[in-house]
C-alpha cells in the first residue's frame, strides 16, 4: 500500500507530496510491531534509495515470513532528491534542522511535523544517511550518548562495522533522529557511502542488518544472516581527523577501511601544474582508516580523513 503522509500545493499547478509504502501480513491483526525505514531528508545522499528497493524485494520474495509492518519512506525530500539538491530547494533549507517542525508553521515546518506525527510510534526507524559528495564513509550507526542504553544493543544487530557513540553537544536537537528519541521512539542513525552514489556492498550488508533487527523484534520469521561485531566508540579521542595543510590535488594510496601503523602513508597532495607533491598525508597514529576523501580536490583546512585508533578495536 502507498500513501501520501504529507502534500502542499506548489506553483504552476504542482504538488509536493511525501510518500510511504506499507508492506503488512496479509490480514494483518492490531498492535503489529513496526519498522520504518525512512531515506531522502538530504537530497544529494542516495545509498538509502537502494536499501528501500532490495528490502522491498526481498519481502515480496517471502512475504509467508512477515510478522510485522514494514514502512519505507524512500523520498522524505522529494524536491531535493529531483534537484540532486542537499537542502529543500528554493528555501536552502537543511531538511534534517527543521524537527519536530511545527503543524501550524510555514510549509517547510508543517511537513517537518507531519513526517514526525506518521513515524512516531514505531517501534524501530532507520534513518539512512550517505555522507556528502567529498567523503566516502564505511557502513557506520551514530549515536547520542543520552540514548545510548537504548540504541547500542538494537545497533550492535545492524550488520554495520562501526557504532559512533557522540557527546550531547555534538548532536543537534534539531535532527529527525533526536526528535524521534526524545518522544520514545528507538531510532538508528545510518551512515555509509558517499553522495549522489550508491554502493551497492554497503546497501546489501545494511539491509541483511535490518533483517536481522526485523528478527529481533518479532516482525520477520525467516532465517537471517549472521551479522558482524561492530567496534564501538564512546569518546571523542579515539578519532584522529586528517585535515589537509595544502590546498591541491588529493591521491589516495590505501584503501578505505584498512588498518595503518603511525606514519604509513595515506596520501599525497599534488599540485598537476608544477608536478610537485605539495604534502604527504601520513597516519598520526596505529589505527584504521574508517573515512576517506572522495573528491580529489581539496584546500587549507580540508578534512582528508577519520581513523580510528588501534586500541579501540582490539580492545
Known sequence: MIK????????????????KRRIAPAGAKKNLKRISIVTGIHGDELEGQYVC?????????????????????????PLGIDSITRGIPAFDLDMNRLFPGNIDGNMTEYLAAEIIKDVSGSNLVVDIHASNIYLT?????????????????IAKKSNVDFIWVHG?????ESTFAYSLNSIGTPTLVVEMGVGMRITKTYGDQLVDGIFKMMSELGIWSGEVP?????????????VSYLNAAEGGLFIPQVKHWEKLNKGDLIGEIINPLSGKVIEKITSPVDGILFTIRDYPIVEEGSLVGRLLRKEVYEQ
Not at 547520542?144 to 547500542?152: A, F, P, S, T, W
Not at 550531547?168 to 543537534?172: C, I, K, N, P
Open 53 to 77: 528497493y532490495e528490502l522491498s524485494r526481498r519481502i515480496e520474495e517471502n512475504m509467508d515470513k512477515l510478522t510485522g509492518i514494514v514502512d519505507i519512506y524512500p523520498a522524505m525530500n
Open 226 to 238: 549472521e551479522v558482524r561485531e561492530p567496534i564501538i566508540s564512546r569518546d571523542y579521542e579515539d
Open 137 to 153: 564513509e564505511i557502513p557506520q550507526i551514530r549515536i547520542n550518548e543520552l540514548h545510548e542504553d537504548l540504541l547500542v544493543p
Open 4 to 19: 501520501t503522509i504529507a502534500s502542499v500545493a506548489l506553483p504552476v499547478d504542482e504538488v509536493l507530496a511525501i510518500k
Open 168 to 172: 550531547a553537544s555534538t548532536v543537534l
